[in-house]
């Protein structure tokens, strides 16, 4: 959520980026969408790729162009363009109020001094849901997308409360992102709309099916 947040504020979403070597940085038990390198991509169909499948090389790949827009440097190395990407993701993060976090790499797996908690979380899901690209993308259950390079590719959404043929699926739910990582357990930030009003469930250190009905759980403890 802070990559997506972060890059929206640097890069137009129709600007065409190339995927390059960056991909090869992703831990080799990430989630991916299976980019390869020399694929053209715009960055709206990169955060497509980033938000729907979890996409670790989508993430990679618009840190490092992200980091070059913000350093205001094309030819900027790719690890010099992920550190000034981060350090603009975190000082987003904490623009926004998420004061109780710092961000080290931008698909937000495990490493080390990176951490976050459960409230801070929220308030940058709020932000997601807040912007207009962002909020579409996050409800989004299959997107077909066709690439500048020529590619077709189809992106499941990974949360399953926005899954009408999923048997977590929760009517009104509108988003929004899953995680997994060893020492974070199976995570989950959800949003949906009850009665004419949108809350956000932040599910931690559960399962991988767990956090989906751990969601429903909260969302059917709401007093009606």
Not at 41 to 48: G, N, S, Y
Not at 146 to 174: C, H, K, M, V
Not at 205 to 217: L, P, T, V, Y
């Amino acid at each position: 959520m802070a990559t997506a947040l972060t890059t929206i504020d640097l890069l137009p979403l129709d600007k065409e980026v190339e995927v390059g070597k960056e991909i090869g940085l992703i831990n080799e038990e990430s989630s991916r969408a299976w980019l390869e390198r020399g694929d053209v991509l715009t960055v709206r169909q990169l955060l497509i790729a980033l938000m729907l499948p979890s996409g670790n090389d989508a993430a990679y790949t618009l840190a490092v162009h992200a980091g070059r827009a913000a350093a205001g440097n094309n030819d900027l190395p790719m690890q010099d363009a992920i550190r000034e990407f981060m350090e603009c993701v975190n000082a987003k993060a904490f623009a926004l109020g998420a004061e109780s976090s710092h961000f080290v790499v931008p698909d937000g797996f495990d490493a080390e001094g990176q951490y976050t908690t459960a409230v801070d979380l929220a308030i940058l899901a709020k932000a997601c849901l807040e912007d207009p690209t962002l909020a579409e993308i996050v409800s989004t259950p299959v997107s077909h997308e066709q690439w500048p390079s020529g590619e077709e590719a189809t992106f499941r959404n990974t949360n399953q409360l926005i899954d009408p043929d999923s048997p977590y699926y929760f009517p009104g739910a509108i988003g929004i992102k899953t995680g997994s990582t060893t020492l974070a357990g199976a995570c989950l930030v959800s949003a949906a709309e009850i009665e004419g009003r949108i809350y956000i469930g932040v599910v931690m250190g559960s399962s991988d099916e767990s956090r989906f009905q751990d969601a429903i759980n909260l969302y059917e403890s709401i007093p009606g």
